[in-house]
């Protein structure tokens, strides 16, 4: 599972025309799944994502988390993170998960991340052509790899 957070002044996402997510401040997290992710890991990225402290307190440090200062999350499929790109032109995108496996983690990590927040988390459209706007904030971009966070 990779996850690319950016903090944002505000995102959303489009399908045809058509908002299917948007926030305020927060984090935009682009989501991608292997294969052999699992619930376990889920969980993890879950709770690293939540309590990871990349928003600025009183004193301007990174010192706050997406949960403390009350920000919103928007989630975003993106099997791409998971391309390889080292041999040849064209990426490879054998190492992420199919549809059929993606579809319930997807659905499994957001619902995680809305109870752990204690509320809603928008989310774009899984497998579909969206268009991704966003304010980034700093800009700060943290990636985030479950297979090298260890267990």
Do not use: W
């Not at 920000?71 to 998960?97: C, E, H, I, M």
């Not at 619902?111 to 989310?123: D, K």
């Amino acid at each position: 599972m990779r996850l690319v957070l950016q903090r944002v002044r505000h995102a959303r996402v489009t399908v045809e025309g058509r908002v299917t997510g948007q926030i305020g401040p927060g984090l935009l997290v682009l989501v991608g799944f292997a294969p052999e992710d699992d619930a376990g890991i889920l969980e993890r990225m879950a709770r690293k994502l939540v309590q990871l402290r990349i928003f600025s307190d009183e004193e301007g440090c990174m010192n706050c988390s997406v949960q403390e200062v009350g920000g919103q999350v928007l989630v975003v499929s993106q099997f791409t993170l998971l391309a390889d790109a080292r041999k040849g032109n064209r990426p490879s995108y054998v190492g992420a998960a199919p549809p059929r496996l993606a579809i319930p983690l997807y659905e499994q990590f957001v619902q995680r991340l809305s109870a752990l927040l204690g509320q809603p988390v928008a989310t774009g459209e899984f497998g579909a052509d969206m268009q991704v706007e966003l304010l980034n904030d700093g800009p700060v971009t943290i990636v985030l790899d479950s297979r090298e966070m260890g267990k």
